[in-house]
């Protein structure tokens, strides 16, 4: 396997491009040999990225230490190398990317949403697939900025191309402007402004860097030792006003309230894909940019910030919860509660410790598959019932009752129900947060994790709701005599390994906690010094 | 006195003049339909002319020549080839739009030749005369290119209003050089230096000083002295606005530098204060005024206002707080040629998406995309890149802007804060072009012959600038020659 530790990640990085260029040459009519070639792509890299996870040696997890790395210089002037590799954190989140995209392509085979062309859509789709997964193995601050920047051309495209047709009236404007407009131009120019501040605090580490260290570097690992080693906490407000510009990247992109704002719009403006991906993928961007950068190299900050992080988080679930509840557009409640449950994954990550680290992770994962499966079968309904508003959608049970089961299930998954991937990351993070890192407030997380665990009711409120409204009832009238096609095979592809995996993940966490466990705890210790608890550090072990 | 001449350090020089010389040649003796021989010759003359420029930077010596007045080093040869190449693309863009017109082909190539060597002449000139004789031979001939479409009310307007700003731009400038003489007794740039060096900051000095920014900020349209920018970039036929836009512009941004940085680098706190507030003005209201453009060629007028804010900024971020030119210089340079590959590439888009829609309204565009997705994805290229947007070469542009003013200092940090806000804004209104071209459905039917392709020296300026732009985005070290140029000026005296 001499050629995949090498080539492995590179190929899953930059394989989707190069397939996106190929599929330039291909005419636009010919509409299979396209579907054939990006599915072919999509599939071998999922594979490549499985022969990484195979190729991974889970016994070797120890800090800051990354397996399958290749580091060639790249921009020699600034010191910014091709640094790529994966560790126990990343490794899932890559899959998870790979994975996605792969049934991303499959759904979309006969699902193609005005104005069609599915050249173009494929494109699009593999490119953001580049950006994706070079993201989640950049060991570079300049090359993570490259990834994190270039999944917004195509999403634009995306939303702006094949979005939501309908009008609306925009605050400060006469005219009405289509959604998709106003979803797409929001989106880009939120985190844009996000990232503009992010790129600021990498360059102010590149210089502190050669200040406190050997030379002036983007690595992360480097700066992960030096940070390690409280470099950076120095007198002064250094520290924060870099931590403060990252977390302006990453917050708006997972999105933390009050930042949060363009999601809703965007997830359901998007077409079914486009939201997919966005929900499953783009969102992990921001918590894995906090986990992989903020956390290990500005420890010290980072345990600052934490109780403000945390407060931010709880406002975000209980927000998003509340906000769900309010909701008419089946789509945009689904959206919503996805404010919520990254409110999970960054309270998980406020915390500080292993266990709501490693809660933040799964849930991520768990959000990725759950939110992404919502967003297909929401996809579906209103592919097959032209519309998305829940008041006319119920009794769909009667009208497809496989569609209908299936909503079912991944809306229990959705709320937490134990035995479903989505109970992990809930429930471990508002066990983290009753023990959060020593030295951190307690009051102010255990008031979390009680305003979590409340979150937690409302959540399932608001599934439920969706399932009563949308799945229960009689039909309505308006459906009579319609005949209404359900789960064709095309969605079945690309829906039963996500509902196998959520029952996998349910039931046998440690397929996460495997890969993710070593690296957090000695990320904990060797950043916050944090001494994980025995009997909480077995739960995470045992599953 | 004789002087040492190196004929092969003059070799560009010599090259374009001769060029010149058969241009007008040419068009004495060509009938009519056989005028654009006039356009083949000026094109294989500008490319002729980097053959000495590779020649030289393979010797890589410094050659000083009129006690010290003309000095070609790499950082001349950098500029050169920029200016050369620049050039070389307009004219591949003047081709079938000057020659849809049938009249003064000759003179077209003549003046715009003629526009290039002064900015040859300006970017080896170390003293203030020789730079002043270059700067002026650039806009001379554009005062007259500006009203080329004489039929044009616009153009006459453009033509007229440059020419007036422009001839008082240069007066402003001029008296600013001729205190500068009174004060130090000197014209060459190290004379100066040493001189201002044992001055107290006199109000004649300030003066001088403030005058010659003036002057300079007129000529590169920083605000606020930008006023004449839209109205002459909208009259203009395109390929000049891209000319004015590229070429002039860098000439201008290169002539301030050099002043400022190699005569003036210890009155360092007289000029920085204002370079900060050129720099943060430009940036904002240039960027502001874009947001509310309809015409796309306005629009680009004032993007290239923000983008000159832009690239003032790590200019005036090291200035202000006093610490190393060198790399912020390197960082000014590198936004410059960036910027010129991108913009290029941009109005090559809208004179072929002008031909196409016969309009420069971006409304008019809505569409464009599904008539020719080729040019629809070039517009996203270019327009984006010009917003920073990775992987496109933009981003490095701006990526070394930020590097340059990451300076503890409160004036360099309002200063990063002002230019990230910008980034953001610049993005909407560079994306509003790409959202007519991609997004919006068409609001009329595409003129007769919308679907032929561009013709083949315009194909040929688009595939230079796109190649340049997606290459140097992935791989930016290929324009880091660039910042070793910017040092080889800071140890070369």
Known sequence: MEWLETWGLTVTVFLPIVGALLLGFINRDNENALKRTGLAVAVITFVVSLGVVAGFDFGAGGYNSYQFEVNETWIAAINANYHVGVDGISLPLLVLSTFIVMLAVIYSWNHWEEPKNPKAFLILTLILATGLNGTFVALDLVLFFIFFEIVLLPMYFMIGIWGDKTPRKIPGFSKMHETRLYAAIKFFLFTLFGSAFMLLGFLALYFESGNVGAERTFDIPTLTELGASGAFSGPGNFAFLVFGAMFLGFAVKVPMWPLHTWLPDAHTAAPTVGSVLLAAIMLKLGSYGFIRISLPILPDEAVSWAPFIAILAVIGIIYGSLACLAQTDMKRLIAFSSVGHMGFVMLGIATMTDVGINASIIGMVAHGLITGLLFFIAGSMSHRYHTREMARLGGNMKLMPVMGGILAFTAMASLGLPGLAGFWGEFMSLVGSYNPLEGLSLGVFRTAMVLGAIGTVLTAGYMLYLLQQVNLGEPSAEWEGHQFHDVDRFEATAWIPLIVLIVVIGFFPRVIFDSTTDAVTSLVEMAFGGETTASIGSLTRGG | ?493
């Not at chain 2, 200016?83 to 070389?88: I, R």
């Not at chain 2, 130090?184 to 044992?198: H, R």
């Not at chain 2, 290239?304 to 200035?319: D, E, L, W, Y």
């Not at chain 2, 806000?421 to 997004?439: D, M």
Request: aromatic share 12%; net charge negative.
């Open chain 2, 1 to 493: 006195m004789p002087y040492e001449i190196d004929y092969l350090a003059l070799g560009p020089e010599i090259i374009i003049v001769g060029t010149i010389i058969c241009v007008l040649l040419l068009d004495l003796v060509l009938p009519r339909p056989q005028k654009y021989w006039t356009a083949t010759v000026a094109v294989f003359g500008t490319a002729i002319a980097l053959l000495p420029l590779g020649a030289l930077a393979v010797r890589g010596e410094r050659i000083s020549m009129f006690d010290g007045s003309y000095v070609v080093d790499e950082f001349a040869l950098v500029l050169k080839g920029l200016f050369l190449v620049a050039a070389y693309v307009v004219f591949l863009q003047s081709h079938s739009y000057i020659e849809s017109d049938r009249y003064y082909q000759g003179e077209y190539y003549f003046l715009l030749l003629s526009s290039l060597l002064g900015s040859l002449v300006m970017a080896s000139s170390r003293d203030l005369i020789v730079l002043f004789v270059g700067l002026e031979l650039v806009t001379g001939p554009l005062y007259l290119l500006a009203g080329w479409r004489k039929g044009d009310l616009k153009s006459n307007e453009a033509s007229m209003k440059y020419f007036i700003l422009g001839v008082l731009s240069t007066a402003l400038l001029l008296y600013g050089m001729s205190l500068m003489f009174g004060l130090t007794g000197a014209v060459l740039f190290v004379d100066i230096a040493a001189a201002v060096e044992g001055l107290s900051a006199s109000p004649t000095l300030v003066m001088a000083i403030l005058f010659m920014m003036v002057g300079f900020g007129f000529k590169v349209s920083a605000v606020p002295f930008h006023f004449w920018a839209p109205d002459v970039y909208e009259g203009s036929p395109t390929p000049v606005t891209a000319y004015l836009s590229v070429n002039s512009k860098a000439a201008g941004f290169v002539a301030m530098l050099l002043v400022l940085y190699q005569a003036l680098p210890t009155a360092v706190d007289i000029w920085a204060p204002m370079l900060w507030l050129l720099a943060a003005l430009s940036m904002t209201i240039g960027n502001l005024s874009a947001l509310r453009q309809t015409n796309i060629v306005r629009l680009l007028a004032y993007s290239s206002i923000a983008q000159a804010g832009f690239m003032m900024v790590p200019f005036a971020a090291a200035a202000v707080s006093g610490s190393d030119l060198e790399n912020a210089f390197g960082a000014t340079l590198i936004y410059l040629v960036i910027f010129a590959v991108m913009n290029l590439g941009a109005f090559a888009v809208v004179i072929a998406g002008a031909n196409k829609t016969r309009s420069g309204e971006i409304a008019d565009w809505s569409g464009l995309a599904r008539v020719d997705p080729i040019l629809g994805v070039l517009t996203a290229i270019f327009f984006f890149s010009l917003a920073g947007i990775p992987p496109l070469a933009g981003w490095f542009a701006k990526f070394e802007m930020f590097r340059s003013v990451m300076i503890a200092d409160p004036a360099t940090i309002a200063l990063a804060v002002i230019a990230a806000l910008n980034a953001v804004v610049s993005l909407y209104y560079y994306a509003r072009v790409v959202k007519a071209v991609w997004l919006d459905d068409p609001i009329r039917e595409f003129p007769e012959g919308s679907e032929a392709a561009p013709s083949g020296s315009l194909r040929l300026a688009l595939g230079v600038s796109v190649a340049l732009t997606i290459a140097i985005g992935i791989y930016p070290s290929m324009a880091a020659f660039v910042r070793d140029a910017a040092q080889v000026l800071a140890t070369g005296n």
